[in-house]
């Protein structure tokens, strides 16, 4: 029987900045290969396409968070969420990759037929509704983690009573006038820290409610190494140099934090306290329950968030919201908030795979019964890759290594004529969750995710150094890997 729809040897599904970095690998280290990205949005950058509202930034330096192909060369570290989208675009375009996305198509269903060895794509186009079909021997999922349509946001008693806005930053509206106003950001994540200090430039009072206190840990506006090096050596070689200072010092951080909770908690405190004015109350609003990085460490750069309270333009409560009233928010203390803008940064909704499910012939995968390969390909399911990044430092720094190594594994297969890889793990193996990470929108999606073992190649590891290893050096046919060559 002859094929009926075009073949591709990868399909990508998400142009944000792993399918941007995964495409660049493909067309680099297979070329002679066919390769086509997919995204639903019009154009290019995913997260940093999607979030709108002020102030969006990294929330790491983008010496690591960039690619180690492309120089960082702005002067911040921690960049903008423009400039982070203007550096995914000019990749795609320096290297020819843009010709090769189809934006505004969605990747609807994804069967892998086992008589063809290829999975059968449906594409809906976002503008027309119009379907169609392409076959691809292999599928990376670089969609991501989180619900783009709808950002996670609890339903507060009384909300309908409040007569101002109440927003989301995910759907921030770009004609939201909050000038002179009293402005209320409820949360304390990586959104409400860099939101507080932006919105204070112009509101009349900025206060951010929270339940439970973040690690906030103030770092340098521009990259000390980076700075120092290049009017000395240039660009290329200042990036490099300060790539490997960060990694390093991202993996030492953690490490000492992991060790020595007490005195990472001290020094962070030290930190607060030289940041805020005298007498200001760090215990309660800057101390939280658990030890550092059981969640993500928060960075404001130059400590813009403690300039805007020191400034008297922000304030920080600490407290349990009892409910929503006409005017703002009674808190469980008894203490009332006056508002005119209710911001509800309370995070995301995790959404693995992006929600695109595979099946096998016509069968729904059970994602929660997977366990990840080297966190790169699911248990029983032929050639599909995903990108799971690292929550302990720079995300994007293991989707580089990832991509790395799904190339090698390509070409491998190309070598040996081989068009179906499966890893097949011991149903009797033990496992553990995927993400072991105390975020509320993982911990809510849990039990929705694949799983991982407790040892190699099926566990996640978490050790940049130890990564390089693996992914650039380690072997690529794994006894726990099952190639085959063409079934017809």
Known sequence: ???????????????????????????????????????????????WDLFKYPGIRSDSDLFTFGYDFKPWKEKK??????????????????????????????????????NKQYWLVTLRCEETGHTEQVAARWVFNASGYYRYDKGYAPEFKGQANFSGD??????????????????????????AVTLVPSLAKSAAHVTMLQRTPSYILPVPTQDPVAKFLRPLFGDDLAFKAARRFNIAKQRWVYAFCQRFPNRARKIIRN????????????DKHFNPPYNPWEQRLCAVPGGDLFNAISEGAASVVTDNINSFTHTGIQLESGDHIDADVIITATGLNLLPLGGLIPKIDGKVVSLPQCVTYKGMLLSGVPNFAIAVGYTSSSWTLKIGLLCEHFTRLLNHMKQHDYLQCTPIADPNMETQPLLNFGAGYIQR???KLPRQGVRFPWSMSWNYAEDVKIFRKGRVDDPALKFEKSVE
């Not at 930190?271 to 760090?282: F, H, I, R, S, T």
Request: a negative charge; proline letters at 5%; aromatic letters at 6%.
């Open 1 to 47: 029987m002859q094929n009926t729809v075009p073949i591709l040897d990868v399909l990508i599904v998400g142009a944000g900045i792993s399918g941007i970095g995964c495409a660049y690998h493909v067309q680099n280290k297979c070329p002679d290969l066919t390769y086509s990205i997919i995204e639903a949005r019009a154009d290019l950058g995913g997260t």
């Open 77 to 114: 570290a921690i960049a903008d969420g423009s400039s982070i989208k203007a550096y995914v675009e000019q990749t795609a375009d320096e290297n020819g990759i843009r010709e090769n996305i189809r934006f505004l198509t969605r990747v609807v269903d994804l069967d892998w037929h086992s």
């Open 166 to 191: 109440i927003i989301h930053p995910q759907h921030w509206p770009e004609d939201l006038d909050y000038e002179g106003k009293r402005v209320v950001v409820i949360g304390s994540g990586a959104t």
């Open 271 to 282: 930190l607060n306290v030289k940041m805020l004015p005298e007498g200001y109350p760090v």
């Open 445 to 447: 999606s849990i039990d």
